[in-house]
């Protein structure tokens, strides 16, 4: 399975995301530049977390706009799968790939700690590993997670499905509404969630509660 | 050359965090009576030419491409 990382200036989880896709693959993920403007067939698009262009303007905001987030879009388009961790889920909102807005944490406060996810939608293809309702642990860093929509963008999300994972057992650590941590557009190939599922992939990491993440988007069988 | 400002501010209902921040720091510091604070930005911005219908136009444009997001922010122009 060929997947791709895409590297931004002020991006500090790329390389936790391709030593993961690595692993999980079996093949070194190739990699594309902010200014590139073609991505290479891959079945997996993942973009990182981090910072950025620091954060300017809005999270994700310069990034949006930065010509390698146009190809991701074409692909987007064409069906191939993409997730985006973090920075990477501020990035797809940014980029009208995902409804919504991310906003600074309800306490102001960088919140870096480990959360409980329940797998609201089981039946996606990034989540098909998962047992409905299923409580994940995941790991969390970042400053800028309060999920925001309006009341129609949340009915609508809500509705069908696609609010994928949520903040179970009181850990919603930003004030996110309806516990919100992460979604996926109507198709279904471009889930965006703000926990790094990346950093729980194996044993060194004291679990693997992320693996069967990538493992579903691939088509990998656990 | 024309001087524009433009003005970015969260839309009613949105949630303000640092707003409610300052809101509680302008109280500690002793200045009764403050009601709601709400964060905003401002962008003081140079364009080419004299026509400010057309900048006004290209202003919005700019905003609802890049400056605002729409999803929580409005905006507003003004010529300085």
Redesign the interface.
Known sequence: MKTAVVLLPGLNRDRDMIAALTKISGTAPATVWQTDTEIPDVDLIAIPGGFSFGDY??CG?IAA?SPVMRAVAEKAAKGVMVVGVCNGFQIL??AGLL???L??????KFVCREVKLQVANANTAFTRGYQPNQIIRCPVAHHDG?Y???ADTLARIEGEGRVVFRYAEDTNPN?SINDIAGIINDKGNVLGLMPHPENLIEAAHGGNDGRALFEGALGIAA | MIKARVTVTLKNG??D??GK?IEHALGGLGFDGVGQVRQGKVFDIELDGTDKAKAENELKAMCD???A?T??ENYSVSFV
């Open positions: 303007l809005r905001a706009r909102v940014e409804p919504g807005a906003m600074r944490n309800a306490s102001l309060n925001f929509a309006d004030g | 949105v949630l965090p640092q921040a491409k890049l400056l997001n999803v929580i």
